[in-house]
């Protein structure tokens, strides 16, 4: 049986190890900031009004919605016809 190599001692406990926190980033310089006007401040009135509704869908007909055809009659079937036509 060949001879194996024993493992590696683990190394020892790192004690006063501390992790290097990372770097803040940089602000741009105050040049690069576009200065924008503040929003207009809207009175309180109009803060508390609701907002208009939203505009109608347009509605889609359903078949159940359209009218009802005339009902068949007995008199009116197509053999009916030909028979009341002679």
Known sequence: M???????PPPPPLRNFVIP?????VPPPREMYV???PPPVLPLMSRTKAPPP???LRKRF?????PNPPRRTK????WNQL????
Not at 2 to 8: F, G, L, M, V
Not at 62 to 66: D, G, I, K, T
Request: avoid cysteine; charged fraction near 25%.
């Open 21 to 25: 926190p990372e770097p803040r980033p």
């Open 75 to 78: 008199s009116s079937t197509w």
């Open 83 to 86: 028979i009341l036509r002679k």
């Open 54 to 56: 939203p505009p109608p």
């Open 62 to 66: 359903h078949f159940r919605q359209l």
């Open 2 to 8: 060949p001879r194996t190599k024993a493992p590696p």
């Open 35 to 37: 200065t924008t006007p």
